[in-house]
């Protein structure tokens, strides 16, 4: 499964990557343990915002 990995916008092989974190019911994939650590810091930076869009918009 080709996944985007939230922090750094890199397309890559979800398999292939053990990094991965739950948030508000959703999983998100990291192609590297830096990614995940920037995540795991300040989630809300980097959740996909597909619904509601624009409500947030700055
Ligand atoms: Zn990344």
Do not use: H, W
């Not at 080709?2 to 397309?11: A, D, G, H, Q, S």
């Amino acid at each position: 499964m080709k996944v985007i990995c939230p922090v750094c916008n890199r397309l890559f092989e979800a398999e292939c990557s053990p990094y991965k974190e739950m948030y508000n019911g959703i999983v998100y994939y990291f192609d590297t343990e830096i990614c995940q650590l920037a995540f795991r810091q300040n989630p809300e930076r980097f959740v996909y915002n597909c619904k509601n869009s624009g409500s947030q918009a700055q």
